[in-house]
């Protein structure tokens, strides 16, 4: 069983920069599309980016799209999310997850392991 946990999160001002990672332990990560997620009080868990097995594909939700980047480290079993430009609306807990069956997968319900999230706040 993969064990995901995130760190990075913290309290920023609108335009600056965050940078999330993601930790796995119980496996190995070199097999799995990895993601991001993010949900805000009263409201639905939102995909944020995704980057299949080989790291050659990413996928980003129109709102963050040339603003976060997602990236891998196999080597080193993380990925992290750079958060760039950060806005108020970016605040949220946000959740890394990780699943071995799709190559592409940036729906909640096609990840198995998720992690326990991160508080992301974007204020002045």
């Known amino acids: 069983q993969v064990l995901l946990m995130e760190s990075g999160g913290g309290l920023v001002q609108p335009g600056a920069s965050l940078s999330l990672s993601c930790a796995a332990s119980?496996?190995?990560?070199?097999?799995?599309?990895l993601g991001w997620f993010r949900q805000a009080p009263g409201k639905e868990r939102e995909f944020v980016a995704q980057?299949?097995?080989?790291?050659?594909?990413?996928h980003y939700a129109d709102s963050v799209k040339g603003r976060f980047t997602i990236s891998r480290d196999n080597a080193r079993n993380t990925f992290a999310l750079q958060m760039n430009n950060l806005k108020s609306e970016d605040t949220a807990v946000y959740l890394c997850?990780?699943?071995?069956?799709?190559?592409?997968?940036?729906?909640?319900?096609?990840?198995?392991?998720w992690g326990q999230g991160t508080q992301v706040t974007v204020s002045s």
């Open positions: 997850a990780a699943d071995s069956r799709f190559p592409i997968a940036t729906a909640a319900s096609q990840y198995t392991y």
């Open positions: 980057i299949s097995w080989s790291a050659g594909t990413t």
């Open positions: 119980g496996g190995r990560l070199s097999g799995y599309t």
